[in-house]
């Protein structure tokens, strides 16, 4: 199923954006493509509208209506230019692995931008794992991205319009934003490199210990994974010690409470804690949001118990998306020494 996108992936809000309003849009957002799949029943295109609904969140960066409407909307495009890749080397495991590699490419050099340029990259890559691994792009799934990218643009514009004020944009201008990333594109090529490597080694090991949706792993790996060491320290910690707290909240809920009504009101719970928790410390937002995709895949599966299997498989995967980044930190390390001409060996 589709999975979070953390605090590390949201761009700055604006000062007049109060914590209970990004809660309430976020939980509302958030929340829709799971309310339509209950009442229409299980559908396939359920895993590219909450991927496309908590993206879109995230790229709700305030300014002109139209304004939002290009940055929500570019996230959309992102998600399906990675699910048509993804879907278009599905049956083929070296193409995959080449499409991984480039996914990670794409990520390293846009992690030298914005967080916006970050947040793009980073499910331009889930957008590949999904459509390789998971759920072949069709048809209707396009019209849901671009369905779920206005139904979030409504909810940013027209919170706005209630509230009798339209927040700033808290985005530097477009140009401004290439041109820095352009100014730093010639130091991140061996971080490049070394990403280029995390993203398919990250699947392969997932693979071959036959963990459930080795896609989790993949999506570890680049929220943790940083050019800079300390940056991904801390990153690393939270989202492991996040997701085992997650992990333990949805278990407990899920073994207690296994009604549907229930289990949509931990959904909602868990979605308006999501911006609280995360103001309080890095692992609380991590394992609100955890929390909130264990209980959605309990409460969207057609028998009981179907999250409680995937618990395990949630934080090994993590835990092999963390240890390939470290893996990848190393890497792009040794490549920086070989580069200024110094031994590669650890002082």
Not at 29 to 56: E, K, R
Not at 197 to 216: M, R
Request: charged share 10%; glycine share 8%.
């Amino acid at each position: 199923m589709a999975d979070d996108a953390p605090a590390e992936t949201s761009v700055a809000k604006p000062a007049t954006d109060s914590l209970a309003a990004r809660s309430i849009r976020f939980a509302v957002t958030v929340t829709a493509p799971i309310a339509l799949n209950l009442f229409l029943g299980p559908q396939p295109w359920l895993v590219y509208a909450l991927i496309t609904s908590i993206a879109a969140y995230s790229m709700d960066n305030g300014g002109r209506p139209m304004v939002r409407l290009l940055w929500i909307g570019s996230i959309g495009v992102a998600i399906l230019l990675g699910a048509g890749l993804g879907s278009l080397v599905t049956d083929n495991r070296a193409l995959t692995i080449l499409a991984f590699a480039f996914g990670g490419v794409v990520y390293a050099l846009s992690e030298s931008g914005h967080q916006a340029t970050i947040t793009l990259a980073r499910f331009f890559c889930f957008g590949i794992a999904v459509g390789a691994l998971y759920a072949k792009l069709a048809p209707l799934d396009v019209v849901v991205v671009l369905g779920f990218v206005g139904f979030a643009w409504l909810v940013s514009v027209g919170w706005d319009l209630a509230a009798g004020m339209m927040r700033p944009a808290s985005l530097p201008g477009l140009a401004d934003i290439v041109v820095a990333m352009h100014a730093r594109l010639i130091h991140r090529w061996t971080f490049a490199i070394a990403v280029a490597c995390a993203v398919p080694v990250t699947f392969l090991i997932s693979a071959a210990f036959g963990e459930q949706k080795p896609y989790w792993a993949m999506l570890a790996l680049v929220l943790v994974l940083r050019a800079d060491f300390n940056s991904s320290r801390k990153l690393m910690v939270e989202r492991f010690v996040g997701t085992v707290l997650g992990v333990a909240i949805a278990a407990i809920y899920a073994t207690l409470l296994p009604y549907h009504q229930a289990l949509m009101i931990g959904l909602v719970l868990a979605a308006l804690a999501r911006w609280p928790a995360q103001q309080r410390h890095g692992v609380l937002g991590v394992g609100a949001i955890t929390a909130f995709v264990m209980l959605m895949i309990e409460l969207v599966a057609s028998s009981r118990g179907q999250a409680v299997m995937l618990f395990e498989a949630r934080i090994i995967n993590t835990a092999i998306g963390i240890g390939v980044a470290l893996l990848a930190l190393a890497l792009d390390r040794a490549l920086h020494r070989l580069r200024s001409g110094r031994p590669a060996a650890v002082d």
